[in-house]
């Protein structure tokens, strides 16, 4: 661990500890664990837990604790002057899990000041961002620009590439939570009016044309967000039946990029967009 911002390094750190680390206590506690277990409670703190493979998107009540170590040197390392940094350490315990899921239980060690409950609120907060680094992570690496299989032969080639495929793969995962905390707003929220003009095309040209739903298209209807994104899926390959839900970020990518295409003959054939 790198010694503190006003010791030595130009920034601050939030981490979560891994290893029940040898520590300076104020109290007869010797290791980490031990030492916040023995500091009072602050309160509790409510999250959101996203959802992972046999377990659905959950809220999680975690008790609150935090104190101040001193950690000390790894045996065997005395020599490579690390310094004894003081960290404020912060646990965040899930003391009543639902059943058949394993309880949250993090122990964050941080340079930041934890004075009381609504710094140590903050941060808990903080570090459940984490869920949506790692989501946009995947999608960056693999899910739809594979940067990782970018070979370009500049080190400037790929910095330039990198840095276009992240404001793309920002987007694709800004949109895919905004569809799902509110589906019903109109996709203007979203979408700039040509890329509303092309997917209002792609809606009425992917509408079924016989049984119930095959009514015309009221001209006055403005899409919905759902209703654009799930046009914009099936650019992709999304299939959009009633039980797939919505689609994912590989998808979604796939129908991005033709949307785009769309948009560019659009300006190329102004007359007739998307053709008789």
Same mark, same amino acid.
């Given at each position: 661990?790198?010694?503190? +911002? ?8 939030? %981490? ?35 959802? #992972?493979?046999?377990?659905? %998107? ?20 005395? #020599? ?7 960290? &404020?350490?912060?646990? @965040? ?23 009381? =409950?609504?710094?140590? &609120? ?18 960056? #690496? ?6 990782? #299989? ?6 400037? +080639? ?8 992240? %404001?793309? !793969? ?9 569809? +799902? ?15 509303? @003009? ?22 006055? /209807?403005?899409?919905?967000? +759902? ?5 914009? @899926?099936?650019?992709?390959? =999304? ?18 990029? !033709? ?7 659009? /300006? ?5 967009? %998307?053709?008789?």
């Amino acid at each position: 661990m790198s010694l503190p +911002r006003s010791e030595k390094a130009p920034y601050d750190l939030l %981490i979560r500890g891994a290893q029940d680390r040898c520590v300076e206590h104020a109290s007869t506690a010797t290791h980490l664990w031990a030492a916040v277990e023995s500091s009072p409670m602050l309160g509790t703190v409510v999250i959101d837990v996203p959802r #992972k493979e046999g377990h659905p %998107i959950r809220q999680a009540t975690l008790s609150l604790q935090a104190t101040t170590v001193r950690l000390q040197i790894p045996k065997g390392r005395e #020599k490579e002057g690390l310094g004894t940094p003081t960290v &404020q350490v912060i646990m @965040a315990k899930e003391p009543n899990p639902p059943a058949d899921t394993e309880p949250i239980c993090w122990v964050l060690c941080t340079t930041l000041p934890v004075v009381d =409950f609504d710094d140590a &609120q903050r941060l808990v907060e903080w570090y459940t961002y984490r869920w949506r680094i790692e989501r946009f992570h995947f999608v960056l #690496k693999t899910g739809g620009s594979n940067v990782e #299989k970018l070979q370009l032969e500049t080190y400037d +080639r790929l910095a330039r590439a990198i840095a276009l495929y992240s %404001i793309v !793969a920002w987007r694709i995962l800004w949109m895919t939570y905004q569809v +799902r905390q509110d589906p019903d707003p109109p996709c203007s929220v979203v979408f700039n009016p040509e890329e509303e @003009a092309a997917l209002r095309l792609m809606f009425d040209r992917q509408r079924p044309r016989k049984g119930p739903r095959s009514k015309p298209m009221d001209p006055d /209807h403005r899409l919905t967000l +759902r209703e654009a994104m799930h046009t914009m @899926a099936k650019l992709g390959g =999304f299939l959009g039946r009633k039980s797939d839900g919505d689609a994912g970020v590989k998808t979604l990518w796939r129908g991005y990029r !033709a949307l785009q295409l769309i948009v560019l003959g659009m /300006h190329l054939t102004p007359a007739d967009p %998307i053709g008789p």
